[in-house]
């Protein structure tokens, strides 16, 4: 199975600095790479779907990229509700099965 | 609005199966396709299964393969994961999530079911 790996674990930023998040996979696959915000008692909000795609009411400042086996999240300007655990998700071609990064947590410096 | 509502808290004994449901509304369940999660506390989110709700289709975890069975009824718009041989490390919660308004992202999600796992 696909494994996704993200980093920092922890990413420590005041408000209005700008957050870079990684998710590297173990190898090349499909374009449908899936960014989430979670907050603490809440389920997983869709932020950024396929790879680069910004969901609907989403802020523009989340910005996703890349494509292969990289693929980055950025915070161009950090708000104070930004502040919450980020998942990558990607689906393989074959099996169609879908696994998620470990996690980045961006916490308040 | 699109919601996905899930059913209530479950308290299991080792070795027994839950059964968690959730009902889909506002949009088109039968072009969806659904994926459960699950959290334990303080965890990563973890990838259980999906399916593709108009054909039926399931895909599962390994870690899950033998022990998870998703299933769905269009004509109450409901999809369900069962898990068997239930052991303390299940207890988690779990999440029920659709594809709404995009294809393979996952922007509907449900509340969540917690299931608690202990003799």
């Known amino acids: 199975e696909i494994v996704l790996t993200q980093s920092p674990a922890t990413l420590s930023l005041s408000p209005g600095e700008r957050a870079t998040l990684s998710c590297r996979a173990s190898?090349?696959?499909?374009?449908?790479l899936a960014w989430y915000q979670q907050k603490p008692g809440q389920a997983p909000r869709l932020l950024i779907y396929?790879?680069?795609n910004r969901a609907t009411g989403i802020p523009a400042r989340f910005s996703g990229s890349g494509s292969g086996t990289d693929f980055t999240l950025t915070i161009s300007s950090l708000e104070p509700e930004d502040f919450a655990v980020y998942y990558c998700q990607q689906r393989s071609n074959w099996p169609p099965r879908w696994t998620f990064g470990q996690g980045t947590k961006v916490e308040i410096k | 609005q699109m919601q996905l509502v899930q059913s209530g808290p479950e308290v299991k004994k080792p070795g027994t199966s839950v059964k968690v449901s959730c009902k889909a509304s506002g949009f088109t369940f039968t072009s969806s396709a659904m994926q459960w999660v699950r959290q334990a506390r303080g965890q990563r989110l973890e990838w259980i299964g999906w399916?593709?709700?108009?054909?039926?289709?399931?895909n599962y975890a390994q870690k899950f393969q033998e022990r998870v069975t998703i299933t769905r009824d269009m004509s109450t718009s409901t999809a369900y994961m069962e898990l068997s041989s239930l052991r303390s490390e299940d207890t988690a919660v779990y999440y029920c999530a659709a594809e709404g308004n995009y294809d393979n992202a996952f922007d509907i999600w449900g509340q969540g079911t917690m299931v608690t796992v202990s003799s």
């Open positions: 399916i593709v709700v108009g054909s039926g289709n399931t």
């Open positions: 396929d790879a680069s």
């Open positions: 190898q090349s696959v499909s374009s449908y």
